[in-house]
């Protein structure tokens, strides 16, 4: 069977049914996340603080956002796998933004690509226009745009009509410049539940919220929020495992078995010698 396809995803928007995505940063996690039966990965480039070690987005380079990109998609069967350019590795050339996203195609087996556009952000919505004229499918991020928080001045909730925040009508103008230049999805990041449905009600391709509250066409989160690993998680999300203490509680375990000398036991060992 063939992964999710774009028009499988519009196919379901237009019955009016969720779609749900998730991330993913590795191919164990994909092939859990895969099988779990969401319909679209991501391999956001949030793998830079819940995966990589970086404090946020902004060092993830492309090469490793290829890697990651790479290990999901030779792991996942049924899911569409898009792939999150990094920070600068589009818009300061419509030619090498353009050649960036499709190694996402062409080496890293993604079926898309997701990039990031600020409030009426030309570069980025010629970008779209362009990849998809040429063949890569586009998913855009409007609202909160963790690659600009330093040009924004922190993480503040987007569709509020105030000086740190995008006001509703911006954010429906870019939505629908997006949807007009290819865009097939548009995820919508930490903006008020009224702009976010205000936007959702404008375009004829699917929302995707994170933070974004009811009134959109699907849900994303990030995988560590959700399987509760590495920490503190996204304020809006749900935790459904508690992995760190599984985890910690395994290695503790084995460590404790070692020194006293349960592990290995006869059952652990090659041929091992009669007592
Ligand atoms: O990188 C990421 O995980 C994202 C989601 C939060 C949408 O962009």
Do not use: W
Not at 47 to 72: F, I, K, Q, R, W
Not at 195 to 220: L, S
Not at 259 to 270: H, I, L, V
Request: hydrophobic share 40%; glycine share 10%; with cysteine.
């Amino acid at each position: 069977m063939s992964r999710t396809t774009i028009r499988d995803l519009q196919d379901r928007y237009e019955s009016g049914e969720p779609i749900t995505m998730l991330t993913a940063y590795d191919a164990p996690i994909a092939r859990q996340v895969d099988a779990g039966g969401v319909d679209v990965i991501l391999v956001g480039d949030s793998a830079g603080d819940n995966h990589m070690g970086y404090d946020d987005t902004l060092p993830v380079t492309l090469e490793e956002a290829l890697s990651n990109t790479a290990a999901v998609s030779r792991t996942v069967e049924d899911a569409m796998v898009i792939g999150d350019l990094p920070f600068l590795s589009y818009g300061t050339s419509i030619a090498e933004s353009v050649e960036n996203a499709g190694r996402f195609m062409k080496e890293a087996g993604a079926d898309a690509v997701k990039l990031e556009t600020a409030p009426y952000g030309e570069t980025t919505i010629e970008i779209v226009d362009r990849c998809t004229e040429l063949g890569i499918p586009v998913q855009g991020h409007i609202g909160y745009t963790p690659q600009r928080t330093n040009a924004i001045g922190g993480a503040f909730v987007q569709g509020k009509d105030r000086d740190v925040s995008a006001g509703t009508e911006a954010l429906v103008d870019t939505a629908e410049e997006l949807e007009a230049a290819g865009a097939f999805s548009i995820v919508l990041e930490t903006v008020s539940e009224a702009a976010a449905k205000a936007v959702t009600e404008a375009v004829d391709v699917p929302t995707i919220g994170i933070g974004a509250g009811r009134y959109v066409d699907g849900q994303v989160l990030v995988i560590n929020d959700v399987l509760g690993l590495g920490g503190e998680s996204y304020k809006l999300s749900r935790q459904y495992a508690d992995l760190d203490s599984e985890v910690r509680g395994a290695v503790e375990q084995y460590v404790a078995d070692v020194e006293s000398g349960d592990f290995p036991a006869a059952e652990n060992a090659f041929d091992p010698i009669e007592e």
